[in-house]
Each structure stands twice: as C-alpha cells, then as structure tokens.
C-alpha cells in the first residue's frame, strides 16, 4: 500500500513542545551598590546614631564676658520594618505527571529571591520621597531638593541636570561619583533633545550623539557631572499637585491627574556620604517541606530588612512625567 499524505497524516506530530521553558526578561538591579548597609546591628528591630551639630563663632569686646553655646544634637533612627515571604508549591500528581518538572521547580527558589530583590529595590529609591509634604521642594542652605522638571508639562531638560549639580554643592555634598538614576522615558527625553541633535553645534556631545545615549543599565557620557542610569523602579506615584520647577518664577507642574517619576541625582562617595542606610536582619532564607495533607511539596522563602534615608542633604530629587512627552 502506498503511503499518501492523506493516510500518514496521524504519522505527524501537528504541534512540537520545546524542551525548554520561556523566561521573562529581567532587568538588572542596582540599588544594593548605593547603600550603606548596616553591620553594627546585632539584633531588636530599632536603630539609633546620635548626630551633633558645628560650634558657632560671635563677635568679642575686650573685657566682657564670653558667650557659650551649646552644640545641636539630634538622633536619627532607623527601624527594621519590611518581613516578606514568597511561596509556592508543585503537587505529588503534578511532579508525576508534569514534563517540565524539573525545569520548573529549580526554578522556584531564584524566583522568590528576585521577588524579594525587587522589592529591596522599589523601597530604596522611594524612600526619598517618603513622608515629604506635597508640593515640597525640600530647600537645603536656599537650593531645592525636590523640583519638577523645567520643559513642557514637567519634562525633563538639561539644566535640571545643572541645577542638581548645584544644590549638592550647596549642601557640601562631595563631588566625586557623582549618580543619577532616571527612568527610562528620561533617556528618551535626552536621546531626541534638539540640543543633543546636531553635532557641530554642540562638539561635546559628539560621543553621544554618534554612539547613542543608553546602553544597558549606563549611559555612555556623562551629563553635567553625573553618570546616568535607567531603572524601572523608581517612585512612581508621585501625585504634587503643583510642584514648582528649578526656577524662581512661581512654575509649577500639576502631577495629580498622571503620576510623576522621581528621578534621583547623589553622590555616591561612599560610607556615611551616601544618602540611604539598610541592613537584613534575615536575608533570603529558604525552607522547604513535604506537606502530607495537601501531598504537596513547599518552597518558601523569607527575609527581613529595613531601608531608610540618612543623608537627605545628598539627594536631589526631579520629578517628571513618568511617560513619554
């Protein structure tokens, strides 16, 4: 008998499943490299550093009596606050029959802990914004902390980058490793401003302009003096209703119909220079057991940690629409 297409047809296979699994994409992280963590803190939940503050000189007449003034001191505290898990389980029928068993549960445990990554990441960088008052510019020695950004609608413009620059300096923040981490639609902003377009009218962004501004998690020039990265976790829910801009004029942006981003410029110089302290009272830990009454085998993973600003003096804060304008 010959073989025709007709009478082969239950000889093939219509659909071929892979022998691997799809991952999602991820990006990398980076706020673990900008924080202070804390090694000090043996064990409770509650952190206190004392603070004190510079003497004062006054003016002095012979033969008078001198004034004596007191130092300021202060405390800043810092509270282990965060206690996450992440779990999940595969049944005894699905371990049987699941194809992709092993594929899926080695997977389980780098999962949570990225979960719990994540979340280390969002809570850092919205801790600047955290318990400031709306429409706050957060102003240190006369410069703001805290502005919209100056272009169209709360966009994002080169002289931010400057006026950032200068309210650390105000604020005697050193000028070594200089950061600015920016969301995504920032890079966009700068890859098609009009200023970055033409060459030979702006000979210092040559590199950027033939090479491109992103490449991965880095810029590829830096900006005024700051080394700009792009991140998908900043603070985002930033809802002032009118922040005013780095200008003195009375602009203000209205980001309470759509949300702003705020993006983040410090100095990253290191020890008691940079602006957050954590620490982990517990870092990912993880258990697993067999549970007989669901015949079920259980992945869990847990942590405990706490982030909080220390230095608000070191971080500048513009917020910008947090979509494309």
């Known amino acids: 008998m010959a073989h025709t297409t007709s009478n082969t047809a239950l000889l093939r296979r219509s659909e071929i499943w892979s022998a691997e699994l799809k991952e999602l994409l991820r990006d990398d992280l980076m706020a673990m490299g900008f924080v202070d963590m804390l090694t000090e803190f043996p064990d409770g939940d509650q952190f206190t550093i004392p603070s004190v503050g510079d003497a004062q000189v006054d003016d002095y007449a012979e033969d008078t009596a001198v004034q004596y003034r007191p130092l300021d001191t202060g405390e800043w505290t810092f509270t282990i606050s965060e206690y996450l898990s992440s779990g999940t389980y595969i049944t005894k029928k699905a371990e049987q029959d699941m194809f992709y068993m092993s594929q899926l549960t080695s997977s389980f445990v780098p999962k949570q802990r990225r979960a719990i990554l994540e979340h280390f990441e969002t809570e850092v960088f919205k801790a600047p914004n955290a318990g400031i008052s709306a429409n706050s510019v957060e102003a240190i020695n006369g410069a703001n902390h805290r502005y919209a950004g100056g272009g169209t609608s709360g966009a994002l413009e080169l002289q931010d980058f400057a006026a950032a620059m200068y309210a650390l300096k105000k604020a005697n923040v050193p000028q070594t490793n200089m950061i600015a981490i920016v969301d995504p639609s920032i890079e966009y902003q700068l890859n098609t401003l009009s200023s970055l377009v033409s060459v030979a009218d702006n000979p210092m962004w040559e590199g950027i302009v033939a ?23 900043l603070d985002n829910t930033v809802n002032d209703s009118a922040l005013p801009d780095r200008t003195s004029s009375g602009t203000t942006i209205d980001f309470s119909s759509t949300n702003g981003v705020a993006n983040l410029f410090f100095s990253a110089a290191g020890g008691d220079v940079v602006p957050w302290k954590a620490a982990w009272r517990q870092e990912p830990e993880v258990d697993m057991e067999w549970n007989k009454d669901y015949q079920r085998t259980e992945f869990l993973t847990t942590a405990r940690y706490g982030v909080k600003m220390f230095r608000p003096e070191n971080m500048v804060m513009v917020v910008t629409p947090s979509t494309i304008t």
């Open 211 to 233: 090479d491109g501004i992103g490449t991965g998690m880095r810029f590829v020039k830096n900006v005024y003096g700051f080394d700009v990265y792009t991140s998908n976790y």
